[in-house]
């Protein structure tokens, strides 16, 4: 993989000219080849990971595994850009295994969850079965670890 994008992944917040220390490059090769990274499409965008308990969101995450019948043709496409669309769908991945198509929602509750999968994914044409999975706690996402370590706070005992 690219050494700039590695550095990218790694840490977004680095500055151009930070990157070009570090690669031994000007700023304005690092700024050019950002920009042409992000025009492409390689570079999707820059998002902070924020640990949502940590926070106070009053948040609930879901994995969705989704069983559909794929059109001919289109194949899972078809049916994977129009659950992509709705606005509640954090991520969507075409699995092998069991179930075809992998979905991450967060919402405020169980409940609006439940009427999510109910009244926006069953419905949709060539949606066969959903099997939903609450998350109950995250321990690492992308690489960074969420929980704080465990403290023994039992003391010293001696005899």
């Not at 031994?24 to 492409?40: A, C, F, M, R």
């Not at 850009?81 to 069991?98: F, P, Q, T």
């Not at 969850?113 to 099997?131: C, D, H, K, Q, Y």
């Amino acid at each position: 993989m690219n050494k700039l994008l590695q550095l990218l992944e790694s840490d977004a917040r680095l500055t151009n000219k930070e990157l070009a220390v570090m690669l031994g490059k000007s700023e304005k090769e690092i700024t050019d080849e950002i920009k042409l990274l992000e025009e492409t499409g390689v570079i999707k965008g820059y998002k902070a990971i924020v640990d949502k308990e940590k926070a106070d969101y009053e948040t609930v995450s879901a994995l969705i595994e989704i069983k559909v019948q794929p059109k001919y043709g289109r194949g899972f496409d078809d049916i994977a850009g129009r659950i992509a669309d709705l606005e509640e769908v954090e991520s969507i991945y075409l699995m092998s295994g069991g179930f075809d198509l992998m979905v991450m929602v967060s919402d405020k509750s169980f409940h609006e969850v439940a009427m999510f999968i109910a009244n926006r994914v069953s419905p949709l044409e060539g949606v066969v079965s959903t099997a939903t999975h609450f998350i109950l706690k995250k321990y690492k996402e992308l690489g960074v670890l969420f929980s704080d370590e465990i403290k023994d706070d039992r003391g010293t005992v001696s005899f």
